[in-house]
């Protein structure tokens, strides 16, 4: 089956970019996402990139999608205490439903 | 305003129990879902209703029951509650006509714990 892959921990210093990563196996992947969870709160979309891109940008956040080796990545910019959160990365296909990652716990280090 | 509300937010109960969870959405969507995140957060999908209509299944086991009333509503009834249950769940809803069509809103998580 469909399998989605991150590392577990990031740790950065406030004022720093951040880079969580993700891989996947599912080569019809059609969308690939990135989830925020804040403490005791859902998931949010943060943002998601169409199979057919290799980057998208929005204000601090940087999708990056490397189709060749299903590698994607987030970027965040000047990353601040408020983006302490765990970040999922998700994909689909059509109308199959999302397959989640285990998450990316970011920590942000005043 | 809230957009996918879960009722209760905390669920403690005895092994053996059956109880239900409640969720609504108040965005239009058509389609809603359950899913189960455990304690190290790996989340996953138990169900998915379109239009009232179960359209996912995972493998879940038929103590699960979800129901729809309506398209706005999503509840999970559990029977004889196991201690492997606890865990927190999440509804979410999207609309079919939205693209991605891994867009979707979730509700705040109801967190149940069987003792």
């Known amino acids: 089956g469909e399998d989605v892959e991150q590392s577990l921990f990031l740790s950065v210093r406030e004022g720093d970019s951040s880079v969580i990563n993700c891989t996947y196996t599912d080569s019809s992947s059609t969308y690939l996402y990135w989830y925020k969870q804040e403490p005791g709160a859902g998931l949010q979309l943060l943002t998601y990139i169409f199979s057919n891109m290799d980057m998208k940008q929005d204000q601090r956040l940087t999708v990056l999608l490397n189709k060749k080796d299903k590698h994607l990545s987030l970027r965040i910019a000047d990353t601040q205490t408020g983006d302490s959160a765990i970040y999922f990365c998700?994909?689909?296909?059509?109308?199959?439903?999302?397959?989640f990652g285990k998450g990316t716990r970011l920590s942000v280090i005043a | 305003d809230t957009a996918v509300s879960q009722t209760p937010k905390y669920l403690v109960t005895q092994m053996g129990n059956d109880k239900s969870i409640k969720c609504e959405q108040n965005?239009?969507?058509?389609?809603m879902y359950w899913y189960k995140q455990d304690s190290k957060k790996f989340l996953k999908i138990m169900f998915s209703?379109?239009?009232?209509?179960?359209?996912i299944n995972e493998t879940v086991p038929n103590r699960f029951s979800p129901k729809s009333p309506d398209k706005a509503h999503l509840n999970l009834h559990i029977n004889s509650l196991e201690l492997g249950d606890s865990a927190v769940y999440f509804c979410a809803s999207s609309h079919l006509r939205d693209s991605p069509r891994g867009t979707q809103y979730f509700g705040p998580g109801t967190r149940l714990t069987v003792l």
């Open positions: 209703y379109n239009n009232k209509e179960l359209i």
């Open positions: 965005l239009g969507h058509d389609t």
């Open positions: 998700a994909e689909n296909s059509g109308n199959t439903p999302l397959v």
